[in-house]
């Protein structure tokens, strides 16, 4: 979409004209460009406001020309609806108040603008700017803010602030009613049971953050190593960090002690991925003989400025004191975010951010105090019954006729009638939610179930929209290998010893054929690729396909140590031990890994890789090597990866490529069968992966990436993969594309595609993942409880949508519209129209393209997606996931739960009304940080539809019980007055209203804390009940009301004597 460039002649400037001579051209030129570039800003906000507020179902030509449809866009009506004397009465008020206390502490406390850093090796002195602290708090108070901040928390209520001042009116002699222990012994109950609670729980926090600040580090200095706190190290400090060890804060990995200079590290605590990610050492430094030989250069990391994005970064890396000088760029995969665990080897980086810089810190927000909507009801009904009481105390006041000290009398009346707002009720729902807690973690069908906040167990009972993560969470993250498809034949998981078979004999052969020909195979090759094309038979295409998916991945296996084996024997002994016991896979999927894992069972293993080789055991033992020549990773925006390596026994180039099917199909040769396959694999639930091939010429791949010549002298096994770390001749247009700063991915794209023509097509794979117990029973049931579920996940899109038709987040009759990756407001106006036109389909969404929605069209883009029976973001930061929570909460009102088992789904759980962690195997930061913890995804079905259930019906009974009793003695009190000429004396005395408000009517009050109206097996199988529940009006106060007045108006007056 153009946007109108704005006019730069002013109309109403024409006067300045002439009087250009009086005050001289100089000064008028000033103020006319400064009244023009007013005018042009304004024009431009203008327009860029009014595209905001195009409506949709519009072509891109109607942006410019269709105004008159927009009071018919939701948001614009709401806006109308807003404006005026009713919007001030109702909401504006709040939001003056609030914008105006946000503008003031914005003033008192400047954010200190985050930049682009420097950051010298071993040199924190050398720091332009002053950095936070790399400490971690999670504290909500302080010493000196723990008492104002727990009573505001209370107070900010008008039902405790009610009680406050009732109570407080008892220390004036004149309004005095009854003793003082009456009124403050209830307050004061609950004051006390309220801070004691929030000390023990700020006291854990302190503890939990001095442990992790704490951790000691080994520091490298010019004297050598020293240890140094969590929370003191700075940036710039160069750290060691050992394996199974914390990373402290965000750096630039400068060594390891892999010699394959590439370390693992696991990062579940921050993407919620179990798999171990690959990290490479910067080649200038790892190259150093000794490791204090970092500060005998002169060194610096150029570090973009602080963001949230986990997945990117940008920088340099400068040795100045070179000639010439080595400059190298810094991409993700050299970087080592805080909190993540080293899992391979020992590290040394420099750090670049610490503290609420780190992206860690700055994916996490800040927790909430939460507050049900129980209670939030309550609060309302109580600010209602507050003005039946004063409209009460008037009449009796007029009705007496304003003598004596009426304003006195007026506010004596209001405290005889407060008991239609009873202090006990604050009490009496604590008591019952502790209970509902306690009844929770007892249950045996649900084992190891945690109440940490006792405040909301009813908010269970009123969900609406649950938010579920995906890895950990609905699926265990554990991959099977089920089918392989090569076009004529299909081997399932019954067939697989076929192909072992058949891979054994190709094998075999080989070595036979091979006896006395190692010196002519290249032109045997030559010979083989001007021939004609024969037709192959099966076990040449099983060979040829299990060969292409065990060299094309990024899979390194990983040899545990032994007992009493050092580190440097540990390597020598991975050099030579290729056995099959201490071996383990290694890779950032999981479907990677069971790839591989599936080519040893049918006897292709792969026992050996680093960055520039690879090495393969045959059935018969045979070791094969193959150098990697080029790695091409797999992005969200190609959706396939590919390697090109050079067999060493032969020096065929081969190129080899797999991605996902609709990524695929333009690249691979014609043909008839893969897009039936691909559909019916997706529809038995199965991740499916295309692999190809290509033969590449020496000229071909010359052209491609042209190396020195002495990289290509040797054409047989003489070849070392060494050469391939030369430098490349300038005219490289690969190289060129990836030292490019702008527009990295697509020049790598563009250069790539020239490789990617007419590729042999050589199977399908078939790959499951492995959901939890009772996922898809429990969804079913949550679904016909009424609530909608959300999946937010980290993984790829086709990822998340395989789990979402497997796990019947998606039924089988409903369609999936998967929303197309947009970065314009015109893309996503287009893609936002169309996606309008379907109906009852699942959206599947990513996270970029979710960013740019919310950004144009956030009204319309929650309004379409609430109206979907299912929606799954993938490719969702941690803070995009809160985000959405709070999106929900704000566009629909609804209650909102949140469960995950990852360190990036805390802030989702914080955010949303009720949160749910799962102790799975990230480990336990989303269960400590949650509201209620469960050990397994299926446990949810019960604690909603019986506990849930149970909690919010039993404390709405209790509530409106309590406001009953209250109401039956204000109205027996208001009798009394109006028999007995409008006198402001109490009713009844003393300890005997403390006793009615507890001890006399304290059995009905434990009779709903334990009622049950069905069965938990009832509730279970028909969790219609839950979404009728929701949809009642359980808190209704009508015909408590009327109950009341019948009831207090029967019961005998007692005689005044």
Known sequence: MDVPTPDLVCPDTTWAMGRVSSYGWGVWESRLHALFAVQCRYQLEDESAHLDEMPLMMSEEGFENEESDYHTLPRARIMQRKRGLEWFVCDGWKFLCTSCCGWLINICRRKKELKARTVWLGCPEKCEEKHPRNSIKNQKYNVFTFIPGVLYEQFKFFLNLYFLVISCSQFVPALKIGYLYTYWAPLGFVLAVTMTREAIDEFRRFQRDKEVNSQLYSKLTVRGKVQVKSSDIQVGDLIIVEKNQRIPSDMVFLRTSEKAGSCFIRTDQLDGETDWKLKVAVSCTQQLPALGDLFSISAYVYAQKPQMDIHSFEGTFTREDSDPPIHESLSIENTLWASTIVASGTVIGVVIYTGKETRSVMNTSNPKNKVGLLDLELNRLTKALFLALVALSIVMVTLQGFVGPWYRNLFRFLLLFSYIIPISLRVNLDMGKAVYGWMMMKDENIPGTVVRTSTIPEELGRLVYLLTDKTGTLTQNEMIFKRLHLGTVSYGADTMDEIQSHVRDSYSQMQSQAGGNNTGSTPLRKAQSSAPKVRKSVSSRIHEAVKAIVLCHNVTPVYESRAGVTEETEFAEADQDFSDENRTYQASSPDEVALVQWTESVGLTLVSRDLTSMQLKTPSGQVLS??????????????????????????????????????????????????????????????????????????????????????????????????????????????????????????????????????????????????????????????????????????KLETATCIAKSSHLVSRTQDIHIFRQVTSRGEAHLELNAFRRKHDCALVISGDSLEVCLKYYEHEFVELACQCPAVVCCRCSPTQKARIVTLLQQHTGRRTCAIGDGGNDVSMIQAADCGIGIEGKEGKQASLAADFSITQFRHIGRLLMVHGRNSYKRSAALGQFVMHRGLIISTMQAVFSSVFYFASVPLYQGFLMVGYATIYTMFPVFSLVLDQDVKPEMAMLYPELYKDLTKAASSCMGPWCSSSLSSSTWWPSPSPH
């Open 626 to 795: 193959f150098c990697i020549l080029q790695l091409f990773p797999f992005t969200s925006e190609s959706k396939r990866m590919g390697v090109i390596v050079r067999d060493e026994s032969t020096a065929e180039i081969t190129f080899y490529m797999k991605g996902a099917d609709v990524a695929m199909s333009p690249i691979v040769q014609y043909n008839d069968w893969l897009e039936e396959e691909c559909g019916n694999m997706a529809r038995e639930g199965l991740r499916t992966l295309v692999v190809a091939k290509k033969a590449l010429t020496e000229e071909q791949y010359q052209d491609f990436e042209p190396m020195q010549s002495s990289s290509v002298e040797s054409t047989h096994s003489t070849y070392t993969c060494a050469h391939r770390r030369l430098p490349l001749c300038p005219q490289s247009r690969y190289t060129q594309a990836k030292l490019s700063m702008h527009d990295r991915s697509l020049k790598v794209a563009a250069v790539v595609e020239s490789l990617e023509r007419e590729m042999e097509l050589l199977c399908l794979t078939g790959v499951e993942d492995q959901l939890q117990a009772d996922v898809r029973p429990t969804l079913e049931m949550l679904r016909n409880a009424g609530i909608k579920i959300w999946m937010l996940t980290g993984d």
